[in-house]
């Protein structure tokens, strides 16, 4: 049984520092090993997930923030969605087959990842900081602007309430192709409305009793430090080494959903 806590803080530790590195959801460590190691049913180990992405993504993006790569002014809209979206998501998830936004789920991932290993391997930055040679000023998002920035944060709520994330990496997406966010910024926005989107799932799985408590209070706080700790490293490294890492991170991550298409 100690062995078993014991891995469980090793667990915890690598999730952190995934989550402070990359901006991704604990579901792609938590989930796999809470149901193959730990034993537990899928839904309650999706909800005990999702109260690991809360805790985590607190101190993450307390790390991002005092670096300044935080950024909400463009991107508040999508905290709407993250909010609204997940419960939706929860409940077409008992009328609606999944496969096919796993599918676009693990498309994406590809997508994100192959242009991350090109940027990172011809050291282009994925969006020019604004005010660099040949950029102009990204301007302040308004009217029809926001509500589609809303639509794409429901859109991505909606998603991860189906597919049992907490949508961290979508909405990087959203960050980095939609509003034209740099990807330090962006990984920092996307934690903080992780945080929301995760909170807001959490709110349904604690309605169900469906959150194992021990493990996922383990985890959460042995991820609290090890996710502080790499966002605060992360600022030191140079952005190709950042999108080159997270290229292959988002690679591994499609390869090991893939097969939940069929």
Known sequence: MFAQW?????????????????????????????????????????????????????????????NRAVDLGNAWPLLGGAILGPQLGAMLSHVLPTWWLTAIFVVALLFMGVNFLQHGWRNIPLMPEPGAQGQKE????????????????????????????????????????GLGMPLRTAVGTAIVIMAVSAASGVGAYVWRSEIAWGPAVLLGGVSMISGYT?????????????????GGILIVAALWMAPKIF
Do not use: C, N
């Open 230 to 246: 790499m966002a605060r490293f992360v600022q030191k490294v140079p952005e190709r080494v950042q999108a080159g890492i997270m």
């Open 138 to 177: 990204r301007p302040t998002r308004r009217g029809g602007q926001a509500l589609g920035v809303l639509a794409a944060g429901l859109a991505v709520g909606t998603v991860t309430g189906l597919i049992g994330a907490s949508g961290g990496v979508l909405y990087l997406l959203v960050l980095i192709y």
């Open 6 to 66: 014991l891995l469980l803080s090793v667990v915890g530790i690598l999730t952190g520092a995934l989550t402070g590195f990359s901006g991704g959801s604990a579901f792609v460590i938590v989930v796999p090993f809470l149901t193959q190691v730990w034993h537990t049913p899928v839904r309650m180990a999706v909800g005990s997930s999702l109260a690991v992405d809360v805790l985590t993504s607190i101190m993450v993006a307390v790390g991002y923030a005092r």
